[in-house]
C-alpha cells in the first residue's frame, strides 16, 4: 500500500528544517546500507553525532503524531528515530534494494525493530533538481514518487525500491521505518480502507447507528489483529 501525505510539515517547520540541515555536515550514506544495500547505495547522510540531528528528528516526529491520516495508514507500534539524505553531485543514486527486515534502534542498548513500513519525507522543492524519483515496485508495476517539499510517501518495506540518479542540484529527504501494529500489509489495507470509508459516511450521513456499528468493526478487528 503507497499512502501520500501532503504538507506533513508546515512551511515553518520547513524552512526550520532546511535551515538547520544547510547548517549540517554530511557524512557517507554508508553508515546505514546493509549488505545488499551498500553495493548499490551512493548518497550522503547526516551521521549519529551531528549536532542538528536531534532538533531534526524532534520535528519531525512531533509532525507525524499530530497526523490522523498517518496514523491511520501506519498504525505505528514504534518508529525508529527518522534518518536524513542528500543526493547531489557524484554521490546521488540508490539501486535498487529492499529495507532490511530488522533496525537497530539507536542508542537503544542493542534492540532492535521490525521494519514494516517505509517513508521518505521530501525536503527539497521538486523543480529545483532534476532526476531523483523515488521509484517502488509492488504487484501493479512501478510508481514514481517525487512530491513537493512538506509531502511524505509511506510504502512497505518489503518492496524493492530505488532512487534514479541527481543529474542537477540536490534532493534533501529524511528517510524512516516503522514497525506497525499491525504486522500483515493484507490487514492494515483493510483497515486503512475501512477507516477511510468511515471518514467519509461521517462527513455524508453523520453518526448514524449504522456507522457506529461499522466503528465497532474496526476496532474490534484492530484488537484482534494488533500487536501492543
Do not use: C
Not at 551498500?38 to 551531528?50: F, G, I, R, T, W
Not at 553531485?89 to 542508542?107: C, F, K, L, W
Not at 521490525?114 to 524519483?133: C, K, Q, W
Not at 514497525?179 to 453518526?207: C, H, I, K, W
Amino acid at each position: 500500500m503507497l499512502v501520500t501525505i501532503d504538507n506533513l510539515l508546515d512551511p515553518d517547520e520547513l524552512a526550520l528544517a532546511r535551515d538547520l540541515l544547510a547548517r549540517s555536515q554530511w557524512a557517507s550514506g554508508q553508515i546505514t546500507a546493509g549488505s545488499q544495500a551498500a553495493q548499490v547505495k551512493n548518497n550522503q547522510q547526516l551521521p549519529e553525532d551531528a549536532e542538528h540531528l536531534p532538533a531534526l528528528r524532534r520535528l519531525v516526529l512531533s509532525a507525524l503524531n499530530r497526523n490522523p491520516l498517518f496514523f491511520a495508514a501506519a498504525l505505528p507500534l514504534k518508529i525508529l528515530p527518522p534518518f536524513f539524505n542528500r543526493y547531489a553531485g557524484e554521490s546521488n543514486t540508490y539501486g535498487a534494494h529492499v529495507d532490511s527486515a530488522m533496525r537497530q534502534i539507536p542508542n537503544g542498548a542493542g534492540t532492535s525493530m521490525r521494519s514494516d513500513i517505509s517513508a521518505t519525507l521530501f525536503l527539497s522543492d521538486p523543480e529545483s533538481y532534476e532526476g531523483g524519483v523515488l521509484t517502488i515496485v509492488d504487484t501493479f508495476g512501478e510508481h514514481g514518487i517525487k512530491l513537493k517539499a512538506g509531502g511524505l510517501v509511506l510504502y512497505p518495506s518489503s518492496s524493492v525500491h530505488h532512487v534514479t540518479p541527481v543529474t542537477s542540484g540536490e534532493r534533501v529527504a529524511s528517510f524512516m521505518f516503522m514497525q506497525s501494529m499491525v504486522r500483515s500489509p493484507e490487514q492494515r489495507r483493510l483497515l486503512y480502507d475501512m477507516d477511510m470509508a468511515l471518514l467519509e459516511l461521517r462527513e455524508t450521513v453523520g453518526e448514524t447507528g449504522a456507522v457506529v456499528k461499522l466503528t465497532g468493526t474496526y476496532h474490534n478487528l484492530l484488537r484482534q489483529w494488533a500487536e501492543s
